[in-house]
Each structure stands twice: as C-alpha cells, then as structure tokens.
C-alpha cells in the first residue's frame, strides 16, 4: 500500500496555465507539507497543514494555494503558471507526537512539473 | 531559526570502501530529532537512519551508522561496505521536539565507483 501518494507524476504545461497536484496519504498522519526541489536538488518547504490547518506558509508567490478538505488530503493549486515553477514538487506527512518514535516525515514520489 | 548545513556537495567512493558524510546544525534546543534521507535517482526520498538527540548512544541499521555529537552540534553518516545501490543524493534533516517543521540540509550527492 502506498503510504502517501501524489498525482499526477508528471505535468508538462504551457505558461500561464492553471494546474493542481493532489496529494493523499493513508498513514493517518495530522500534519502534511508542500516541498519544492529545484534543479540543484534544494529542498524547500512551501507549505504545511496540521488538521486541514494552515500552520507554515512560506514566501512563496499567492499564485500557489494550497488545500486540505480532510486530514488525509493536501492539493496544491498553481495559477497563471511561470517558466521558473518547473520543479519537482514533493508532499509529505508526519505525525506531531511528542515521544513518537515514527515521528520522520514520509513522501510522496514527487511530480515533476514542466512549464514550456 | 534551525539551519541545518552539508558542507560536502559532492562525495565518491570506491565500492565496497567507507565513506562518511558530514552535517552540522544551528540550534539552540535541547529536544530534537535528526534524520539522514536518501534520494536515488528514481527521485524517491526515502528515510535511512534517525537519531533521537536525547539518546546517547549512535543509530545504526545494518551498513549506515550515525556519528552524533550533541555539543559539536554535528550528525555524520557513515556507509560501510559501499554498493552501487548506495548511488544518490543524501539529505541531512532536523526536527524541532515539539512542532512540525523540519530543516533540510542542502544536500550530498554520493558517487560510488565499481
């Protein structure tokens, strides 16, 4: 079973396109992020929800929003699409429990995202 | 704010050899966790090792082991017995004790060398 999943894999698009990325995990996890890895493999967070709650927004252009409509559920939606939002975009999950030995954070298999 | 630093952008080594990859962080907590992360060239990231910063004693599975020195601030992997499989990119991670963000190193992209 996968643990979390994104879809879709790959996203090959035009500029100024809108598109979303959904992402779903089955580990019963509270809190779920949006990672951007760039060309040089930089990992940064953009995103992240605990309980269908807004708690990390990073500088990150509105034209991106995120949404939770349930716990096990974060999509991202990306507006009017731009060249430099080509990436590879991952989701994430863990569970906030203090004492938790499985407290790492899970991710998805990541999309690839092309703006041509 | 918690940065967590690869200071080797790149590393090799010789199949079957050790090679160990260095990370240092910046915090001023005395409850953490840290993580090494391995992604392949399948892009997968995938948890190799955790270290729990209360514990003491190195994390170890199977050929990966952890250099953890709690007032040097530093997290070392080290792979024993190098394989080809062992090809990717290596992340170092830091978790506050409480919360739920995490800090990523940049990053070290392991060669191995049949």
């Known amino acids: 079973d996968t643990a979390v999943s994104q879809t879709p894999k790959y996203l090959v698009t035009q500029m100024g396109n809108d598109k979303s990325i959904k992402c779903e995990q089955n580990l019963g996890h509270d809190t779920m992020y949006w990672y951007k890895q760039d060309s040089k493999k930089f990992l940064k967070i953009m995103f992240s929800y605990n309980n269908k709650e807004l708690i990390i927004n990073e500088t990150v252009p509105n034209r991106f929003s995120p949404k939770s409509p349930d716990k096990a559920h974060l999509n991202l939606h990306i507006n009017s699409l731009e060249l430099g939002d080509s990436a590879v975009y991952f989701c994430a999950s863990s569970q906030d429990h203090r004492g938790d030995s499985y407290n790492e954070q899970f991710f998805g298999p990541g999309t690839r995202l092309t703006v041509l | 704010a918690q940065t967590v630093t690869q200071s080797q952008p790149e590393m090799s080594v010789q199949e079957a050899e050790t090679v160990t990859l260095s990370c240092t962080y910046d915090t001023s907590e005395s409850d953490y966790y840290l993580f090494w992360y391995k992604q392949p060239p399948s892009r997968q990231m995938i948890l190799v090792i955790r270290q729990e910063a209360y514990k003491q004693q190195n994390a170890t599975e199977n050929r990966f082991s952890v250099n953890f020195q709690k007032a040097a601030k530093s997290f070392s992997l080290k792979i024993s017995d190098s394989q080809l499989g062992d090809a990717a990119m290596y992340f170092c991670?830091?978790?506050?004790?409480?919360?739920?963000?995490?800090?990523f190193g940049t990053g070290t992209s392991l060669t191995v060398i049949p």
């Open positions: 991670a830091y978790r506050r004790g409480f919360g739920n963000q995490f800090y």
